[in-house]
């Protein structure tokens, strides 16, 4: 039996977030030792997220103006560019996320591993492409609640 991981769930009204904080070490949180998916995405979100904006975190100062109603954390305007909030080298352990918790939607949407516990796709062939194995799948009592009707 692998070791469960340190993954929490969060569901908020029809979305359902990720959050790895719970560990740095990379034996149960393997974000720690990757930054493939923050070194690959456009990661772009609704602009009420910003902290000038609505009420949102995102700190706008580290956004780049995709139109009137997105924006996007800079480094990542075209994509296959870094975000300019990771921190440390890809692929190694200590890489991570300076505002993880004022991070936006789009990074808590993206997990390492299905609502169901497979292994997300995506995410493996990204840790693939820094030479990082595959993921587990997460354990039974570990998969996602359903979230609400
Ligand atoms: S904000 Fe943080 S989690 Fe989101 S892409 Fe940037 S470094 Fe990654």
Redo the contacts with the bound molecule.
Sequence with gaps: MHKPMAVTWIVDEDRLFADMSGSTDPSDNPCTAC?G???H?R?SFYCGELSDGLGGM?PVE?TSKVNDHLAC?K??ESGHGR?????GELGRPGI?????AR??S??RE?SPWEADGRPNPVCQQLRHRLRLPSLAPLLPEQVAPLAPA
């Design positions: 930054g998916c923050c070194a995405f990661v995102v580290l954390m480094g990542t975000c300019v909030a990771l921190v991570g996320c300076r505002i993880y991070r936006p789009t990074c993206f």
